[in-house]
């Protein structure tokens, strides 16, 4: 590569009249020599990469707030009608749906959810997770059989949510019932998947 | 003439191609690299058949929990857009199909070694994230199994300890399963994960040009991290041939091949069906995996119940640790596989792990039968009302989901075909009463009467009809 500076030609005058100093005011030695400073440069490497992350947690910090907000935010509990107690023979346990509290306009069909429900006898009743402790898959009541089991991995549980048969580690989570005004609610929760506390 | 090649020097002069860009397209590779070198571009053609028939996809594809089923109905009816899902989905395949086959290949060859080291990490780090696209990519068919899939996935983050929960609600984007959870996985499998994947692709390819072709091992000539690059050097230089045509031809002919097998599976086979809405609600669901990761869905039925939580959680981490510190146990000595009984062991070995895991994964024998009638009279063969009550309770009491009798019923239990032969009436009446090692106790849920049927029935199981007199002890 050539020399790029080369004051005394007319052509590379034309060609350096865009940089910042003036051509006719050549740097002096100590210019020069302060421009070629090792430490100016680190200073100027160390400033750039900084201002670049900088620049790039301005941009990123954003995204991941948005993508980490879910975990911060705690949708209400509510309770929510399954149906009128009358609907429900004793003994009998049988699938009924219910709504996220607060689903997005967007949601469609997914913003409900399945239970279990039995009722054991005049008020009293139970209502069973759909999803195997196991994995999550949604677990099948069988009436005769009075067993609930797991198209996955062959979880299979008691009518009460014992563990019968499987990898299962746990019984199936319990939502909470009651009976208001001959409506029988259920208690919406987080989908019951992994340690009970959640 | 002259104009277009006066033209293509200005273009040449003005870009710079033939300075720049020439020379890493002639760059000398090894002679011996053939046909076994074809899989890492295969690999990334595959890569290239995703992300055009990805684009196709999007522009019809809604990305609402509401409508996305819909679209997909829409596209999957659509001829071209039935060819865009199966070739999105056999691409997908061969994406699968040959980062594995390359690695195996690389793993064989030892090409990992000195001074490649980095070209295997970013390989494990692409593996990582093709997988990642995978999962997330069978999930945007948002069908039943779709959104049972999302639970499956986010009940096995939730073993993790301490942010299992935190985890859960970042992959399903709140509480639950709803509007929001499709859209994060649309932004991971369309702009997060190949954003990743374009990047790490960039350095993979980097490095191959910097580092050069690693030469086909031999037998007694081991790697030399102090000689290496100057052996390689030379050794280039006395016999080495221009990647371009000498070597790429041949990757270019797989490929060819690949995208043409890949059309072809699409026109002929179509994408997967759609199964039944993604309505949460609808339990009669049958949740599977891919065929990529039938195999895992296999490791999560058979493992202990008492090791899940640590196999799930640390077993993946472990893969991807040993992956990652391969490189650095061994990076020099013998690179031929002939001299590595080891290296072909454990692919031989995981191949066959992973194939059987396939094959049960496939028929799932842990699996209820939910499908399974009542036994038809001829199997039932009844001699009396009570086996023929018996065979009834069998069904309905779900015996028939886990046990086989002739060819009805499901494999989890025992084959009960001949239990008469096996086991007295005291032993059937205690284990149906009790249940027993992966068997529910029935003694809740049967009268004296129906367990009196369902013994006589089971009884009645035996090789040859028990009113045959001479077969009066076969039963010991």
């Known amino acids: 590569m ?10 590379s005058h034309e060609h350096g009249s865009g940089l910042a100093h003036d051509a006719n005011a050549a740097p002096t030695q100590s210019e020069q020599h302060e421009i070629n400073s090792p430490a100016r440069r680190k200073f100027l490497s160390q400033l750039s990469i900084g201002l670049g992350g900088l620049t790039g947690a301005l941009m990123g910090l954003p995204v991941v707030g948005f993508l980490i907000a879910p975990l911060l935010k705690r949708p209400p509990q509510q309770w929510q009608p399954v149906g009128k107690i009358n609907d429900f023979e004793v003994g009998k346990t049988v699938e009924v749906t219910f709504a996220d509290p607060s689903p997005l306009p967007w949601a469609g069909v997914v913003a409900q959810t399945a239970a279990w429900l039995r009722r054991e006898k005049g008020d009293a009743f139970q209502a069973y997770a759909v999803n195997c402790t196991h994995l999550g898959c949604p677990v099948r009541w069988l009436q005769d059989a009075s067993l609930f089991m797991c198209p996955c991995h062959g979880g299979v549980y008691y009518q009460d949510g014992r563990v019968a048969a499987g990898p299962p580690p ?19 929760s987080p989908l019951p998947i992994g340690s009970p506390k959640a | 003439m002259g104009v277009i090649h006066r033209m293509w020097d200005w273009i040449d002069d003005r870009t710079g191609f033939s300075g720049t860009i020439k020379p890493l397209l002639d760059h000398p590779s090894p002679a011996g690299a053939k046909w076994s070198y074809v899989f890492g571009s295969a690999t990334l053609v595959a890569f290239l058949v995703q992300v055009l028939t ?13 409508q996305a089923y819909d679209s997909l109905q829409f596209i999957s009816h659509d001829p071209f ?33 000195y001074p490649r080291e980095l070209n295997w990490l970013s390989g494990v780090l692409l593996l990582a994230v093709t997988l990642g696209m995978a999962f997330t990519g069978q999930l945007l068919r948002w069908d039943q199994t779709a959104v049972w899939s999302i639970v499956v996935a986010a009940a096995q983050a939730a073993r993790a300890p301490l942010i299992g929960n935190g985890l859960v609600r970042f992959i399903l984007a709140g509480d639950n399963v709803g509007g929001a959870t499709l859209s994060r996985f649309f932004a991971f499998h369309v702009f997060f994960i190949p954003a990743i994947v374009f990047t790490l692709i960039g350095l993979h390819l980097f490095l191959v040009l910097y580092h050069g072709i ?15 690059r100057k052996w390689y050097h030379e050794h280039l230089q006395r016999e080495g041939v221009p990647f371009w045509p000498d070597a790429a031809w041949r990757d270019v002919a797989a490929s060819v091949a690949m995208v043409a097998v890949i059309v072809g599976l699409a026109a002929i086979i ?12 609808i339990l009669e669901a049958y949740p599977r995996p891919d065929w990529y990761f039938l195999w895992y869905f296999a490791v999560l039925a058979l493992i202990p119940n008492n090791l899940e939580d640590y196999i799930i959680i640390l077993a993946p981490l472990l893969a991807g640790g040993v992956l990652f510190a391969l490189p650095f146990i061994s990076n020099k000595g013998e690179r031929s596989m ?15 792990m992973i194939g059987t895991l396939w094959i049960l994964g496939e028929k799932a024998p842990w699996s209820p039968a939910f499908a399974a009638k009542y036994l038809p009279p001829e199997v039932v063969h009844a001699q009396s009302a009570g086996v023929s009550a018996g065979a009834n309770l069998y069904h309905e009491k779900g015996c028939e989901n886990c046990h086989a009798v002739g060819a009805y019923g499901g494999a989890r239990g025992p084959n009960l075909t001949y239990v008469g032969d096996r086991l007295t009436t005291e032993q059937l009446t205690t284990r149906i009463l009790n249940g027993g090692y992966n068997m529910p106790a029935y003694g809740g849920s049967l009268t004296p009467q129906q367990l009196d049927e369902l013994v006589s029935f089971l009884q009645s199981r035996k090789r040859l009809p028990a009113s045959n007199p001479n077969t009066a002890d076969v039963g010991r």
């Open chain 2, 338 to 352: 002939w001299s590595r009984p080891w290296a072909m062991a454990s692919v031989v070995m995981i191949v066959m």
């Open chain 1, 2 to 11: 050539t020399t790029e500076v080369q004051p005394d030609s007319a052509r």
């Open chain 1, 170 to 188: 746990q019984p199936l989570p319990q939502y909470e019932v009651r009976v208001r005004d001959g409506n029988v609610e259920i208690l919406t």
């Open chain 2, 81 to 113: 857009g039935r060819l865009l899902r199966g070739m999105h989905y056999w691409g997908a395949s061969a994406m699968v199909l040959f980062i594995g086959l390359h690695m195996a290949q690389v793993f064989l060859i030892a090409a990992y070694k």
């Open chain 2, 54 to 66: 990805g684009i196709g996809l999007s522009s019809s594809f809604v990305t609402s929990t509401s």
């Open chain 2, 270 to 281: 179509g994408p997967p069906a759609l199964e039944k809405p993604p309505d949460p609600t």
């Open chain 2, 214 to 228: 690693s030469e086909p091992p031999k037998v007694g000539r081991p790697v030399d991290p102090k000689t290496y």
